[in-house]
């Protein structure tokens, strides 16, 4: 089913609205990568926007330093992976898979107080928040294992989907054109932007090996 949602709007682009969902999520995730990564280095996260067209803008706030810079950049291509990573790991338990979703719905609200500037962001994020919030609180063990894990496997397919995103110079968002994530991360540490979209994406791919190894390991184990 999931891998359904990538493939078939791929072949009949008329269909592209069944991936429409996973590309928004993978959006959000993405952009909050960069504001994460921003805080985490030392910077400030100014604003979060999406798009109807599942694009994304994450304005943020950094020094001079272009090894801060570079991390900021590649903080959104590694926010599914690594999003997804603890969700393969939440869903081996259910009370973990719960906690793991009603973290993500007081994510998802502290970045609606405090980040999302644009309507269509602002409606996309509460509805996420809205289902994160219910299905940690009123649905059964079992579909929240299957919830936590479901959305884990999007965030993986998303992030291979887009891959040839990484190897772009150039970003087009609702809100204009933009160099690349790897591209900036060339412009401040040198290199071409091919090389580091090679990295990343290498990497990713294993976080997300490993997320996926962790979880069926758990379900071998628990039979």
Known sequence: ???????????WPALGWLAWPQALIAT??????HGVAALLSGGGFESLRLYPDGSGVA???NSAAGLQRALIAAGGPFGPPLAALGLFIAARRARVARAALALVALVLVLALLMWVRNPFGIGWVALCA?????AAWRVS?????ALT???AVQLCLASLARADYLFSRGASTGAGEFASDTQQ?????????WFWGGLILLVATLV???GVWVFLRTLRTNR
């Open 1 to 11: 089913m999931s891998l359904l949602l990538v493939v078939l709007p791929r072949l």
């Open 149 to 151: 894990c479901f959305v």
């Open 141 to 145: 063990a079992i579909a929240a294992q």
């Open 130 to 134: 809205l289902v994160a919030g219910l």
């Open 208 to 210: 997300m090996v490993v």
């Open 185 to 193: 991360i060339a412009a401040h540490l040198g290199g071409p932007h």
């Open 28 to 33: 959000l995730v993405h952009e909050l990568g």
């Open 59 to 61: 304005m943020t706030r």
